[in-house]
């Protein structure tokens, strides 16, 4: 049955269900600060997952706002059950706030962007984290995000990339913060989705780049995408790696370059990088 992005929904008869949720926001009213691929990039990922299996749903544009975000997120999170995968794509802003409760040495809460951030605010890692802490025992999770940091490096094969510059998927504070909200000292850099991560055997994030990078929006061709969602689509298409591992390895030879000055990453137990890509 289509959802009301128009990306088809599935039922999943079996006992080990796999379910994902594919979040993409180009339009961020109010910030000045729109993008280019992110609807792309989640509309990639939901025909590649559904191709696989999983059961998906999307929110796209003013559909990922702060309130659906969180209730999507949250229901995935509720209706898995021992033996399920789940896997959690987002591609949009990445940004951050001051640290209220003392738990970040960098004294940062890193965040998620919302489609309504300029007055709902952002999708910190501590309630990331709050929701994923409600995940039941022997429940798979997988995180993609490609979206934040900033830094630079020489390597790899951008040969794919049209011309004319990327932009990095970090929105400042300033854009979207009140003057009187405003830190200090801001820096731009963001972890996202990183430290909502429990690393239990079962865990695994693959993210766009280091916490002191940005991922970059741009367009391969003249269609835009994420550089690290193309190349991670790129790579399990073409390559077909049979464990995380073998398929960060792969994106790796594309990314960093020049042009997309971005090291992918994974995060996860041995276990966990090595298990079979989505299955």
């Known amino acids: 049955m289509p959802g009301a992005n128009g990306v088809g929904i599935h ?46 749903s999307a929110l796209i544009d003013a559909q990922a706002t702060h309130a659906a975000m ?10 898995a059950q021992r033996g399920d995968t789940i896997v959690f794509t987002y591609s949009g802003h ?18 998620l962007c919302p489609y ?8 910190l890692d501590d309630d990331i984290r709050t929701l994923f802490d409600h995940r039941g025992a022997g429940v ?11 830094g630079s490096v020489s390597r790899g094969d951008d040969s794919d990339l049209d011309a004319g510059g ?39 994030l693959l993210a766009g780049c280091r916490d002191q990078e940005y991922s970059w929006d741009t367009s391969f061709g003249g269609r ?6 193309f190349y991670a689509l790129k790579t399990l298409r073409e390559k077909k790696p049979s464990t995380y591992e073998r398929w960060y390895a792969e994106i790796r ?24 890509v989505f299955d």
């Open 11 to 56: 039922s999943q008869e079996t006992a080990m269900a796999k379910r994902a949720l594919c979040i993409g926001i180009n339009d961020y009213p109010g910030t000045g600060s729109d993008l280019s691929g992110c609807v792309n990039d989640a509309r990639d990922w939901a025909v590649e997952l559904q191709a696989r299996g999983f059961e998906v």
């Open 70 to 79: 969180t209730g999507a997120i949250g229901k995935l999170i509720a209706d």
């Open 94 to 111: 990445g940004t951050w706030v001051p640290d209220q409760d003392g738990d970040e040495p960098d004294g940062r809460d890193e965040a």
């Open 116 to 123: 309504d951030i300029n007055t709902r605010g952002a999708l």
């Open 140 to 150: 798979r999770l997988l995180l993609i995000s490609d979206s934040c940091h900033s």
């Open 166 to 204: 990327p932009r990095a998927r970090f929105l400042p504070p300033e854009a979207w913060m009140k003057a009187g909200e405003l830190p200090t000292a801001a820096r731009a850099s963001t972890q996202a989705v990183i430290s909502g991560i429990r690393r239990t055997g079962s865990d695994l």
């Open 224 to 229: 835009p995408n994420g550089a690290f969602t």
């Open 253 to 276: 030879k594309y990314l960093p370059t020049n042009r997309l000055p971005q090291e992918p990453q994974i995060f996860g137990t041995r276990t966990a990088r090595k298990m079979r």
